[in-house]
């Protein structure tokens, strides 16, 4: 088992960028895949990012993802931030039949 | 493209048991490569996964819920369920339902989620 940790909150300003950190308690971030996901108020989470850098189709490629074994951590980060972003993001992971959330970081654009 | 969706009673006396449904449209549960999933958010919380099934029948839960959880299948209704025994208040949640891919366990799509709320 491990923690998936997230800062409690970000903000920016529009047009700018932002970068959301998930760091792994133990075990190597590279061992398994992170995704990402977005909930907006009242809603479900969705999908911005999989597979640790893919996205699917309809996220717009403003959304990007990335791991560093040196931190190990994953990150997503949103370029041109736009106020439809904010949101709350969550990175997910797993280990051998065992699915871990990061706590979701709520991101503010102002 | 599937959709899911979850249906079930939206309050649960405390020490009851909480009973969900997920039906899965526009796909089959049968179809394998995937799990199905249920998830919870208590309120203004984040989310806590709290297992999958196989069409199969092959279960896997979070351990700090193991002990009151059961979900199951059922192929020829295209849905699952969760079970979960001995309710407290700190069980009432948004419970949503998903798909999960086996190769990668990616979340996608997910249920619009249904409130619970457990109280006398």
């Known amino acids: 088992n491990f923690m998936l940790t997230q800062p409690h909150s970000v903000s920016e300003s529009p047009g700018k960028t932002v970068t959301i950190s998930c760091t792994r308690g133990?075990?190597?971030?590279?061992?398994?895949?992170v995704q990402w996901y977005q909930q907006r108020p009242g809603s479900s989470p969705t999908t911005v990012i999989y597979?640790?850098?893919?996205?699917p189709s309809g996220v717009p490629d403003r959304f990007s993802g990335s791991i560093d074994s040196s931190s190990n951590s994953a990150s997503l980060t949103i370029s041109g931030l736009k106020t439809e972003d904010e949101a709350d993001y969550y990175c997910?992971?797993?280990?051998?039949?065992?699915?871990?959330f990061g706590g979701g970081t709520k991101l503010t654009v102002l | 493209q599937v959709q899911l969706q979850e249906s079930g009673p939206g309050l649960v006396k405390p020490s009851q048991t909480l009973s969900l449904t997920c039906t899965v449209f526009?796909?089959?549960?049968?179809?394998?490569?995937?799990?199905w999933s249920w998830i919870r958010q208590h309120p203004a919380k984040g989310l806590e996964w709290i297992g999958y099934?196989?069409?199969?029948?092959?279960?896997f839960y979070n351990p700090s819920l193991k002990s009151r959880v059961t979900i199951s299948v059922d192929t020829s209704k295209n849905h699952f369920s969760l079970k979960l025994s001995s309710v407290t208040a700190a069980d009432t949640a948004v419970y949503y339902c998903?798909?999960?891919?086996?190769?990668?366990?990616?979340?996608?799509?997910w249920g619009q989620g249904t409130l619970v709320t457990v109280s006398s």
């Open positions: 998903a798909k999960v891919s086996l190769v990668d366990n990616w979340f996608d799509p």
């Open positions: 526009g796909g089959s549960i049968y179809s394998g490569g995937n799990y």
């Open positions: 099934i196989y069409y199969s029948g092959s279960t």
């Open positions: 133990s075990g190597s971030i590279a061992s398994n895949y």
């Open positions: 597979d640790d850098n893919q996205r």
């Open positions: 997910q992971s797993y280990d051998t039949n065992a699915v871990f």
